[in-house]
């Protein structure tokens, strides 16, 4: 995509695609939307873990949850209406799928964790799964095979075909669907772990490549699917790159005070260095691999996304971008 083309993409005015809402406007939503949190549901949510302030999931995502089910309710009115006008049977609703794309480190987990809690809370969508793509990366062994180990994250390092397929049974109802683990400890596919996917009301699909284009070969077009074809709604956090680095950088040192002092990390050794040594190679990982997949395959990928979440160095949500329907 040109300069000129992305700037009017991405910048709000009458010829963007977005219409632009700013943290105050968003955040004012919280006192239209239904489904206010419990006691017991801020302790729930607080006792996962996750580093969202509670005030900004009250504020920033419960709007966001609501936003959703608006949709959710939306297709299945479509739904029923389509099957009336070619006189078909009543059929179980497909699921909804979310995909949530954004940086490495960029939040994408803590934010799809959140969403999975408050879209549960809804009486239509009380089973929600949630799974990342880096299951779909190829295992340790066959990106040696194939010269990725410093590409991991790139869109070669991922078996799409599998991703792809995973998608298609879930959309297409199947009962039962299985997906491979990643593990950050050991830095590889988990032998004979799956994560198992039976037939939820909404699935959110994780990572850094969800919405990468299909893939094309040389100049010509043909027929290609991409994993956002199967997608009902799709998120990109944005962040500037200078705090993402930050937040990597951060998660590398707290990762060497946990996971990496598991005596089956792959990053063991990592465990032994001084903040000053440990900081420096998180810079460089972050320098030669992340960044270079940021700006050339995961930020391109922003404006095909029906809703872009900006968030501040504080991880404060500044902006959000809605598609214009
Ligand atoms: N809202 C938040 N408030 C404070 N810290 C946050 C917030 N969201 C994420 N973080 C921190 O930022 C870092 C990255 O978050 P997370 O692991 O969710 O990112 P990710 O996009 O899923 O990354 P990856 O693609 O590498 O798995 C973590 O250290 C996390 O604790
Ligand atoms: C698994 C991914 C690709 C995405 O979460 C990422 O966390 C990663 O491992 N990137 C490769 C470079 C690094 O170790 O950060």
């Known amino acids: 995509m040109g300069d000129a083309e992305s700037q009017l993409l991405e910048s709000p005015g009458e010829h963007s695609p977005y219409e632009s809402i700013p943290r105050e406007t968003w955040s004012a939503l919280a006192s239209e939307t239904p489904l206010p949190l419990t006691a017991s549901e801020v302790q729930r949510l607080a006792s996962l873990g996750d580093p969202i302030d509670l005030s900004e999931v009250d504020a920033i995502y419960r709007p966001l949850s609501r936003l959703i089910e608006l949709s959710v309710e939306q297709q299945r009115v479509l739904a029923q209406s389509r099957r009336d006008f070619l006189h078909q049977p009543a059929q179980p609703q497909p699921p909804f799928i979310i995909g949530i794309a954004g940086s490495v480190a960029v939040g994408k987990s803590s934010i799809a964790r959140v969403l999975q809690n408050l879209l549960s809370r809804f009486p239509d969508t009380p089973k929600v799964d949630l799974v990342t793509t880096d299951g779909f990366l190829y295992p340790t062994a066959e990106l040696q095979r194939r010269?990725?180990?410093?590409?991991?994250?790139?869109?070669?390092?991922?078996?799409?075909?599998?991703?792809?397929?995973?998608?298609?049974?879930?959309?297409?109802?199947?009962?039962?669907?299985?997906?491979?683990?990643?593990?950050?400890?050991?830095?590889?596919?988990?032998?004979?772990?799956?994560?198992?996917?039976?037939?939820?009301?909404?699935?959110?699909i994780e990572g850094i490549n969800v919405l990468q284009p299909p893939r094309v070969s040389s100049e010509v077009y043909h027929p290609a699917v991409s994993v956002s074809d199967y997608?009902?709604?799709?998120?990109?956090?944005?962040?500037?790159?200078?705090?993402?680095?930050?937040?990597?950088?951060?998660?590398?040192?707290?990762?060497?005070?946990?996971?990496?002092?598991?005596?089956t990390s792959y990053f063991k050794d990592y465990a032994k260095l001084s903040d000053e040594e440990a900081i420096a190679i998180a810079r460089e990982i972050w320098v030669s691999i992340n960044l270079v997949n940021f700006v050339q395959n995961i930020r391109p990928t922003r404006t095909r996304a029906d809703l872009i979440i900006s968030k501040a160095s504080d991880h404060r949500v500044t902006e959000v971008l809605l598609r214009k329907l």
């Open 147 to 204: 010269g990725l180990m410093t590409r991991k994250g790139f869109p070669e390092s991922y078996d799409r075909e599998a991703l792809i397929s995973f998608l298609a049974r879930v959309k297409s109802g199947e009962p039962r669907v299985e997906a491979p683990v990643y593990s950050h400890v050991i830095y590889d596919i988990v032998p004979d772990e799956k994560i198992v996917v039976e037939r939820p009301d909404i699935l959110i």
């Open 231 to 263: 997608f009902d709604f799709s998120i990109f956090i944005d962040a500037n790159h200078a705090d993402v680095e930050q937040w990597y950088v951060d998660r590398f040192l707290k990762l060497r005070e946990t996971a990496f002092s598991d005596p």
